[in-house]
Antibody
Framework: QVQLQESGPGLVKPSETLSLTCTVSGGSISTYYWSWIRQPPGEGFEWIGYIFYSGSTNYNPSLKSRVTISVDTSKNQFSLKLSFVTAADTAVYYC???????????????WGHGTTVTVSS | ENVLTQSPGTLSLSPGERATLSCRASQSVSSRYLAWYQQKPGQAPRLLIYGASSRATGIPDRFSGSGSGTDFTLTISRLEPEDFAVYHCQQYGSSPYTFGQGTKLEIK
């Protein structure tokens, strides 16, 4: 059974870069797409972006200038970097698997437990 | 971007009753790429429905999804105690992928 685990600092200072890694266990990172999604306290979800195992990416325009998502297939990991953070970036961050079969997108079927990141000095 | 509006914000029902949750999009959802998720406190969301009407693996058949274009519905035919949670819709047919604000299903 595939499991995702987020890791990274829980506290980041304003103007610095938030860095998170998602480790995929119980399955291969290949043939899927991998997203980062966040949920600020008391708010709804915001999709940050995704990366295919091949390395192609798609980012939310609202965050595009500050976001980089990368994949390391040798480690079965993918990562998020969000630069110049502010208090508005405080949220629970989830790594999520998406599945495409024969060109049909079957949605985001596996989620990590989420990691809380607080932006504060 | 495609803005999703869920209604009602809160739904109060009793176990055994039928629940009907709505998700309305500001633009037509491409290829019916509309998903529903269930989220319980302190837990990650669980995919219930994808493609507007296909149940995800392991989801009981009391959960069903319907709709197309801009109007979608999640129906829970007979509520079980474990069904009381927050439900989110998401469109993944056009970028940026977007979510509704959620419907809280609470015990009456």
């Amino acid at each position: 059974q595939v499991q995702l685990q987020e890791s990274g600092p829980g506290l980041v200072k304003p103007s610095e870069t938030l860095s998170l890694t998602c480790t995929v266990s119980g399955g291969s990172i290949s043939t899927y797409y991998w997203s980062w999604i966040r949920q600020p306290p008391g708010e709804g979800f915001e999709w940050i972006g995704y990366i295919f195992y091949s390395g192609s990416t798609n980012y939310n325009p609202s965050l595009k200038s500050r976001v980089t998502i990368s994949v390391d297939t040798s480690k079965n990991q993918f990562s998020l970097k969000l630069s110049f953070v502010t208090a508005a970036d405080t949220a629970v961050y989830y790594c999520v698997r998406g599945t495409v079969v024969r060109g049909d997108n079957l949605g985001m079927d596996v989620w990590g437990h989420g990691t809380t990141v607080t932006v504060s000095s | 971007e495609n803005v999703l509006t869920q209604s009602p914000g809160t739904l109060s029902l009793s176990p055994g009753e039928r629940a009907t949750l709505s998700c309305r999009a500001s633009q037509s959802v491409s290829s019916r790429y509309l998903a529903w998720y269930q989220q319980k406190p302190g837990q990650a969301p669980r995919l219930l429905i994808y493609g507007a009407s296909s149940r995800a693996t392991g989801i009981p058949d009391r959960f069903s999804g319907s709709g197309s274009g801009t109007d979608f519905t999640l129906t829970i035919s007979r509520l079980e105690p474990e069904d009381f949670a927050v439900y989110h819709c998401q469109q993944y047919g056009s970028s940026p992928y977007t979510f509704g604000q959620g419907t809280k299903l609470e015990i009456k």
